[in-house]
């Protein structure tokens, strides 16, 4: 059984940073693409980035872009978000997900495994 737990979320003020972990277990990874969603209150989740396991090719929402960097330990089978110049509009819970497929995905009905969320409050 996949399990994902993720970690680091907080309260940051306007510009900080923070990094969040998702640490993976039950699979071998190397297939997997994993992304990173969010989801603000009264809003649907969304999606932030995805990369894949094997390659490390990165893919992101606009609303992210070079501020937002995924990245992965393949040794450790962790996933990370570097998420830098924060702003109130990023405030939400942080998923992280996976699925069995080498295909860059960003369709939250489209991820198998969920993790439980970590919260990321961004202060004015």
């Known amino acids: 059984q996949v399990q994902l737990v993720e970690s680091g979320g907080g309260l940051v003020q306007a510009g900080g940073s923070l990094r969040l972990s998702c640490a993976a277990s039950?699979?071998?990874?190397?297939?997997?693409?994993m992304g990173w969603f969010r989801q603000a209150p009264g809003k649907e989740r969304e999606f932030v980035a995805v990369i894949s396991w094997i390659g490390g090719i990165p893919y992101y929402a606009d609303s992210v872009k070079g501020r937002f960097t995924i990245s992965r330990d393949n040794a450790k089978n962790t996933l990370y978000l570097q998420m830098n110049s924060l702003k109130p509009e990023d405030t939400a819970v942080y998923y992280c997900?996976?699925?069995?497929?080498?295909?860059?995905?960003?369709?939250?009905?489209?991820?198998?495994?969920w993790g439980q969320g970590t919260q990321v409050t961004v202060s004015s």
């Open positions: 039950g699979r071998t990874f190397s297939n997997y693409a």
């Open positions: 997900a996976a699925r069995d497929t080498i295909v860059i995905v960003t369709a939250a009905y489209e991820y198998d495994y």
